[in-house]
């Protein structure tokens, strides 16, 4: 089946310093890809949707300019967490809509700024 | 706006009893899909089944099986004769569109399932 491979899956970080996370669909492509947030022992937020070759969409409330989204390919779809600090420690995961007509996550980055 | 109530913050049972896990949604939509997702400590989000709002009947898949009533808006869950490989939380989610101009998903809070030896 579909697969949405996302690295790193751990990632720790000191505070003021970026931090990119990679989601590549293999074996199908993802012209859009999701990426939410969750905290501890909270639910997944939509962040913000990338589509590729435009300009991602972000929710509401979510910094453009802190969380940059980038979808250069039908099968890359990158988060970068800039200048990072420790409220913006979380789970983020992404997700594709895939040609069954259902979404495929990636495994998930669990970020820790410190 | 859609939304995803899940009411049961947390749940704990004995092994081998039945369970069920309740989920309520709001949505404007006549098209809509949703989800059920087991999420164990690991983090990821494991797929147990997806229903379109068009299909009503219930689905029964080894120990887990779906009630979906649109009447109440409710898309049930429940586990019979619960092991504890079961504990995890669980999340319903909605979608007001899948495939070609899909929406991101909206969960619901979350149960967590705890299953006791």
Redesign the interface.
Known sequence: GAVVSQHPSRVICKSGTSVKIECRSLDFQAT?M?W?RQFP??????MA?SNEGSKATYEQGVEKDKFLINHASLTLSTLTVTSAHPEDSS?Y?C?A?D?N???T?G??T?LTVV | AQKVTQAQTEISVVEKEDVTLDCVYETRDTTYYLFWYKQPPSGELVFLIRRNSFDEQNEISGRYSWNFQKSTSSFNFTITASQVVDSAVYFCALSEAVGGGADGLTFGKGTHLIIQP
Do not use: Q, V
């Open positions: 859009t999701f939410y022992k909270k639910s997944l937020m939509l949707t789970f995961i997700s809509p040609s007509y259902s979404y996550f495994s998930g669990r």
